[in-house]
Antibody
Framework: QAQLVESGGGLVRPGGSLRLSCEAPGINFGDFYLTWIRQSPGKGLEWLAYISGSGTNIDYADSVRGRFTISRDNAKKSVYLQMDSLTVDDAGLYYC??????WGRGTLVAVSS | DIQMTQSPASLSASVGDRVTLTCRAGQNIDFYLNWYQQVPGNPPKLLIYNAVSVQDGVPSRFTGSGSGTHFTLTIASLQPEDSATYYCQQSSTTPYTFGPGTKLEIK
């Protein structure tokens, strides 16, 4: 089962930080690129970042580059998204995705003072 | 970034109808185009990848076509469970941008 389970969302003030996690216990984790995608009413679906299986190939959308950091721990079968300097525009449902086919159910991030 | 547009924004059709949704890319993306179906409360579901390849388990009434900048998703005979929002996404160049979606309603 290619299950992906996100966690770590919540309510944060503008300028604050959150760390999202995604666990994928049922796969050969280190073989796959993993991606974070968010969905919000205002911006729709937005690709944010990906990381290769080894962690050596990483890319970000310009909207989050320099503020968000993607990383992974293959021993824990987990990928992370460290989000700093959050703004109201970062609010949304954050999905962990493998290969465009496998999506988690998302974790909700709210940014408000 | 490559801009993706979709038309129409919304569509209402009857069971059994043939419907075609359109997606355009702001520049040549060859065949690197995915189609997704999203039902409220669920994550997007991949239907078509590489413009024409049907994902395993997707009903045969869904077909994709196109290349370059113009793509279509056709549903041959609309079923009640096809009521959803459909998104296209280019996977040619990061950031892998999405279109704004087409909301399909069943009359």
């Amino acid at each position: 089962q290619a299950q992906l389970v996100e966690s770590g969302g919540g309510l944060v003030r503008p300028g604050g930080s959150l760390r999202l996690s995604c666990e994928a216990p049922g796969i050969n984790f280190g073989d796959f690129y993993l991606t974070w995608i968010r969905q919000s009413p205002g911006k729709g679906l937005e690709w944010l970042a990906y990381i290769s299986g080894s962690g050596t190939n990483i890319d970000y959308a310009d909207s989050v580059r320099g503020r968000f950091t993607i990383s992974r721990d293959n021993a824990k079968k987990s990928v992370y998204l460290q989000m700093d300097s959050l703004t109201v525009d970062d609010a949304g449902l954050y999905y962990c995705v493998r290969g465009f086919r496998h999506w988690g159910r998302g974790t909700l991030v709210a940014v408000s003072s | 970034d490559i801009q993706m547009t979709q038309s129409p924004a919304s569509l209402s059709a009857s069971v059994g109808d043939r419907v075609t949704l359109t997606c355009r890319a702001g520049q040549n993306i060859d065949f690197y185009l995915n189609w997704y179906q999203q039902v409220p409360g669920n994550p997007p579901k991949l239907l078509i990848y590489n413009a024409v390849s049907v994902q395993d388990g997707v009903p045969s009434r869904f077909t994709g076509s196109g290349s370059g900048t113009h793509f279509t998703l056709t549903i041959a005979s609309l079923q009640p469970e096809d009521s959803a929002t459909y998104y296209c996404q280019q996977s040619s160049t990061t950031p892998y941008t999405f279109g704004p979606g087409t909301k399909l309603e069943i009359k």
